[in-house]
């Protein structure tokens, strides 16, 4: 699933920014990254060159910072974005979109010789008084861990907290979404697909156990777990008490009578697990028109079975259950021939959902009509964010 990265991969190809002399814009996979020129004028790298792709909210070390010269020595403090002007944001460079910084693995790879000294065969040294480190690398690698580079997680409010217990991951199925510029080849031209609208949200999930049951869970049976994409990836559920009868999520359940409306269904009836992931949107910067506390709620995917033992509903199957049991699901744009354009074209424009319809779209979420699985990504499902979601001002959030 969506694993934080800074891998090793290649440069395919460059072009001149066209406006800006002294800027290159570079292709890795499906994004586009500029850098500035050597100071000969000639391009920092070319194509073929190995390099470190850093993406968005990565957030770089001190030591980094200063070998990349992306440090303010007055300020004391690094000229990316946020407090510490450490984080990688994308960003709009003389017009042209930006996504993420890259390193050369030229700082990484080879033989140190410090004082005369040849110190191993690229096995990581650090030289003292400076900040190079060296390892031997290939095309592929995670390097995140060892340039000690880390994924930003914004602080999550008390609005969206609530008292947890630990009910064990026994009962968990991961759930997260890659981007479609990691996977460019997953995805077959002509292959039917649909494209729902992503929403700007929390991730709400409600576990049905059918059995596995808990005295601070939901449900007549206490056998309803429900959680956020963050606490339930750990195992951790809300308690089901006063203190949580505003948390968002458990208002999702109650307020949409989840529970009456699964449990009467067919594949509730035959299945020994059933997990609804669905977004809760009214709290985050994006409220589709939703204020004063109002929430809305919307289904997305739904897993029948036991972890690692069952599986999810493809198209029909997740539309006809969320039509059965009155649920809406996330608003469905398009089903169709799949086409690499025709999901950029989908990606970008106004919300379909809530009142306010001159709100941006965060973007999609692709997948095929039939569920499908390939090595290294898993499942087939990929997500393609907007560029004027990514870009949007003022007091944004990102809460999971």
Not at 74 to 102: F, M, T
Not at 132 to 159: C, H, Q, R, S
Request: aromatic letters at 12%; charged letters at 30%; one cysteine or more.
């Amino acid at each position: 699933m969506a694993n934080f990265e800074c891998k090793v991969v290649r440069i395919e190809k460059k072009a001149n920014h066209p406006n800006a002399d002294r800027l290159t814009i570079y292709n890795i996979g499906g994004y586009n990254c500029i850098s500035n020129k050597l100071e000969d004028g000639s391009d920092r790298y070319n194509i073929g060159d190995l390099v470190v792709y850093i993406p968005e909210n990565a957030l770089l070390p001190e030591w980094l910072l200063k070998k990349m010269e992306f440090w303010d020595e007055e300020k004391g403090k690094g000229i990316l974005a946020g407090k510490e002007g450490n984080r990688v944001k994308p960003l709009k460079l003389r017009n042209i979109y930006s996504e993420g910084v890259l390193y050369p693995c030229s700082s990484l790879n080879g033989e140190p010789i410090v004082n005369g000294q040849t110190y191993g065969n690229g096995d990581e040294y650090v030289e003292e008084n400076s900040y190079t480190k060296y390892i031997n690398v290939k095309e592929g690698d995670n390097v995140a861990e060892f340039l000690e580079i880390t994924k930003y997680e914004p602080p999550i409010p008390t609005t969206m907290g609530g008292e947890i217990f630990n009910g064990g991951t026994e009962i968990v199925v991961p759930y997260d979404v890659e981007p479609i510029q990691k996977y460019m080849d997953v995805f077959v031209d002509g292959e039917m697909f649909e494209a729902t609208e992503k929403l700007h949200g929390t991730q709400t999930r409600f576990i049905f156990t059918k059995g596995v049951t808990h005295n601070e869970t939901f449900g007549e049976n206490k056998d309803i777990y429900i959680a956020s994409k963050g606490q339930g990836d750990k195992g951790l559920f809300f308690k089901n008490n006063e203190s949580n009868a505003n948390s968002y999520y458990v208002r999702a359940f109650k307020l949409n009578d989840i529970e009456n409306k699964v449990i009467n269904s067919k594949l509730y009836q035959e299945s020994d697990m059933l997990t609804l992931y669905g977004e809760t949107v009214g709290m985050q910067d994006l409220k589709y028109g939703f204020v004063n506390g109002h929430i809305g709620y919307r289904l997305f995917d739904v897993y029948v079975g036991k972890p690692r033992q069952g599986r999810f509903l493809n198209f029909e199957e997740c539309k006809a259950f969320a039509e059965e049991v009155g649920i809406e699901r996330v608003p469905s744009l398009y089903v169709g021939e799949y086409s690499y354009e025709k999901v950029m074209e989908l990606t970008d424009g106004k919300t379909t959902y809530g009142k306010n319809k001159d709100q941006i779209r965060e973007g999609v979420v692709i997948r095929p009509l039939n569920e499908r699985y390939v090595d290294d990504l898993g499942r087939v499902f990929l997500k393609s964010v907007s560029q004027a979601y990514k870009l949007r001002k003022g007091e944004t959030t990102e809460f999971n």
